[in-house]
Every structure is written in structure tokens, then in C-alpha cells.
């Protein structure tokens, strides 16, 4: 049985002052029946990990390099993100690739170090509006899957989040059946890939998840949870969602 997982990206957004949310959040759902995620940015992990120490609330990384280190100014490495206690990392967001060019085989690279420094990857696949207008959607999905995962995903190290480029931070989402149909292909290249694993392995939805449609998006096949964005800042939303999923 697949737990479902409701993870949020808080992006470029939070300081000090917005460890509020989080202690909110722990007060109305300390022990929810779905398992939950923050990724803060990398200034409040260490603190969020503080606080969430022997709590139901898992901390992760928004990227990660592919080197355990060295000179990279300004990136961060995923022994680092361990150290500080991160337990998963976002790899291959649809931001990271458009704002810093990342390619399949950066983020290939970046999974294997994180699965080295015994994290989970969160890895993103998703089409634009262009490559869904010309019906390839699914070839840009199962080629992104093809080149971005190595070999030896688990139940246990990798989380795969779908989420299609044109719907995130729009408002616009896909139809339930656009995301089935995507879902459920993840699923079956999952399961040819990495076999009984691959049944195991969660699939998030992303892209404009909200209180309001959290409800029907819950409901479809192999949609084991969702990577929120905007709405996982604040603790009343994002905890709208985990009631949500809870009761999918």
C-alpha cells in the first residue's frame, strides 16, 4: 500500500518569520492518516528540522548539485541538505530546467547523489502548453522518465511528480482525464522499468493544486498525492489539502 504523500515547494518564499506556518501546521495535524513534506528554502531547513524533530512533518531540499562538493559557488550538495536534516530533495522541477537550463542527464546525475547521500528524490516530469497542443505529451513524459531516473529506483528513494509546465502557478489545470491518462502512464513505465518497485513508487500531481480542487484530483488513478506550491504556505490551505488526501 502506497501512503499517500501531500509535499510542498515553498520556491523562493519564507523567512524566519514564516516558521509560524509551519508550527501552525503541526498543531492542527499532528498525526495525519497521509505523510507530509515541506521544502522551505535552503536558509530555514536546519531550523524547520529543528523544530520538526520527532514530529510527523518531513523536511526536504528545492535542488541539490550533483557533487558531494567542491568549487561550486553558491549550490549546495545533498550531503549537505542531509546533514542539515533534509530527508528528500526536489530534482528536475520545470523552474529549475527553464530559469537554470537543466537537462535530463543534470538531473540523472543529481538523483544519483542524492540516492548516495541516502535521501528520497522528488523527481519532476512534465509537458508545456506547445508540446500538449501537439498531442506529445506522453513521449515527452516517457522520455523525460527514460533519461532522468537511473537504474535501482525503489519504493523507498524515489518519488515521481508529475506536473504539467503550463499549469503551475496559473490557476489552469489539466482535466481529471488528462491527469489519468498521464498518471497511469507513469505507472506502467515505472512498473517496466523497475518491476514490483515500480508499483510502489508515488506519483504527486502538481500544477495549481488548491483547497478547491484537491477533493477530485485525489480521486484519480494512481495519484498518490500532490506537489503544492503557492498554497503550501500557509498552514490553513496547505492543511486543507492534507485533510483532503487523507480521506482519498
Same mark, same amino acid.
Given at each position: ?99 537554470? &537550463?537543466? %537537462? ?7 538523483? #544519483?547523489? /542524492? $540516492? @548516495?547521500? +541516502? ?32 537504474? &535501482?529506483? %525503489? ?7 508529475? #506536473?504539467? /509546465? $503550463? @499549469?503551475? +502557478? ?79
Amino acid at each position: 500500500m502506497r501512503r499517500k504523500l501531500a509535499a510542498g515547494n515553498w520556491k523562493m518564499n519564507g523567512t524566519t518569520a514564516s516558521l509560524v506556518e509551519i508550527e501552525k501546521l503541526l498543531e492542527t495535524h499532528p498525526d495525519p492518516a497521509c505523510e507530509m513534506l515541506i521544502c522551505p528554502p535552503a536558509t530555514l531547513i536546519a531550523q524547520v528540522a529543528w523544530r520538526c524533530r520527532a514530529k510527523h512533518l518531513k523536511i526536504g531540499g528545492q535542488d541539490c548539485h550533483w557533487n558531494t562538493s567542491g568549487a561550486h559557488t553558491g549550490d549546495i550538495s545533498a550531503p549537505m541538505l542531509a546533514d542539515a536534516g533534509a530527508t528528500y530533495v526536489i530534482l528536475g522541477h520545470s523552474e529549475r530546467r527553464t530559469d537554470h &537550463g537543466e %537537462t535530463d542527464a543534470m538531473v540523472l546525475a543529481k538523483t #544519483e547523489a /542524492v $540516492w @548516495a547521500a +541516502g535521501l528520497v528524490a522528488v523527481v519532476c516530469v512534465g509537458e508545456t502548453e506547445r508540446q500538449r497542443d501537439l498531442g506529445a505529451t506522453l513521449p515527452v513524459i516517457g522520455g523525460q522518465l527514460d533519461t532522468s531516473l537511473p537504474a &535501482g529506483g %525503489t519504493a523507498d528513494t524515489l518519488v515521481v511528480a508529475y #506536473e504539467p /509546465v $503550463w @499549469a503551475i +502557478g496559473t490557476g489552469r489545470t489539466p482535466t481529471l482525464a488528462e491527469i489519468a491518462e498521464v498518471h497511469d502512464y507513469i505507472r506502467a513505465t515505472l512498473v517496466a522499468r523497475f518491476g514490483d518497485e515500480g508499483t510502489g513508487v508515488r506519483i504527486l500531481y502538481g500544477g495549481s493544486v488548491k483547497p478547491s480542487n484537491a477533493v477530485e484530483i485525489f480521486a484519480v488513478s494512481n495519484v498518490d498525492g500532490a506537489l503544492v506550491g503557492g498554497a503550501s504556505l500557509k498552514a490553513t490551505d496547505f492543511g486543507a489539502i492534507i485533510d483532503a488526501l487523507s480521506a482519498a
